[in-house]
């Protein structure tokens, strides 16, 4: 099949890249050919702002796709761009959305992909949900909707607190036994998903007539606590580790915007039920454990000491935060020794 990534470029898109083309697909990529990672090997380039539509109108004339995935739009309007731009020149258009849309605080501790999709929280998700709605909104384009959970990969350290632009940072904090903070009492559920995972029941996704007018979630089974998550990345990191528990509501009151992803996602338990990918990619599974994966992400950064950039902004505000809290525990243990 002839299929086009809008992006291609990311964490995820990436690994799709590379299972699509073992898969056998003619693959193409349309972006602004900026991006500081590689394209995978044999995939073939497009470039264009996919924000300007006359751009991404030159860049696609006299092309017709078998399927459309758009890993890069995060609002309704680029949606419906979109659909303006592949009406008629796409069998299938995947949005890649969000697991962080389903219901916050959930109503039931398993999700299905018939958990309401409301997010009051977190702004990111609340886009997510309005892309959502505009596919829905319409039949002219056949449509799937992915959701990933929280996926990780070799560029990626997937922790609750941590920095996205320069992840090693929480990997640095951990080695020179710095503060590392984790939300909560630690003992919330959470399922992460290594990136080669989810784009084996991805690509069985392309051009699936059964996922036309669907929406999917792809996850591991596998699911720990936070406090697991951390004390394996630490044993990945070969660190004696020193963690700060710290209630979620303070992360609120420090700074709303920059915790919003927390306090809207990742402060609640999030376990999946994968039965309807299973049941038009039959025989999936996530098989990479989270202790072999995080040892691979660890490596991957070790690797390469220009990886290694560490987020000041973020320490200092962990610093700051962390401090407060370890106070309040010595304080308290004081109180206890006085009674």
Known sequence: MRILFIGGTGLISSACSVA??????????????????????????????????????????????????????????????????????????????????????????????????????????QEKIACEAVLKSQSAVPWTIVRPSHTYGPSQVPVAVGSWDKPFTVIDRMRRKAPVIVPGDGTSLWTLTHSTDFARAFTGLLGCKQALGEAFHITSDEVLTWDQIYQEVAAAAQAQARFVHVPTDAFEVADAQAWAGLWGDKSHSAVFDNSKIRSVVPGWKATIPFAEGVRQTVAWFDADPSRQGTDEVANRRWDALAAIYEAALERSHALGAER
């Open 20 to 125: 699509a083309l073992e898969a056998g697909h003619e693959l193409w990529l349309l972006n602004r050919g900026r991006s500081a990672l590689p394209c995978a090997p044999g995939a073939r380039s497009l470039h264009a702002d996919v924000r300007d539509e006359a751009r991404t109108r030159e860049a696609l004339a006299g092309r017709d796709w078998d399927a459309v995935v758009q890993w890069v739009a995060f609002q309704p309007g680029q949606v419906s761009q979109d659909l303006r731009v592949f009406d008629g020149h796409t069998g299938q258009y995947i949005f890649v959305s969000s697991a962080s849309v389903y219901q916050k605080p959930p109503a039931s501790w398993l999700i299905t992909e018939a958990t309401p999709t409301v997010n009051p929280f977190w702004r990111y998700s």
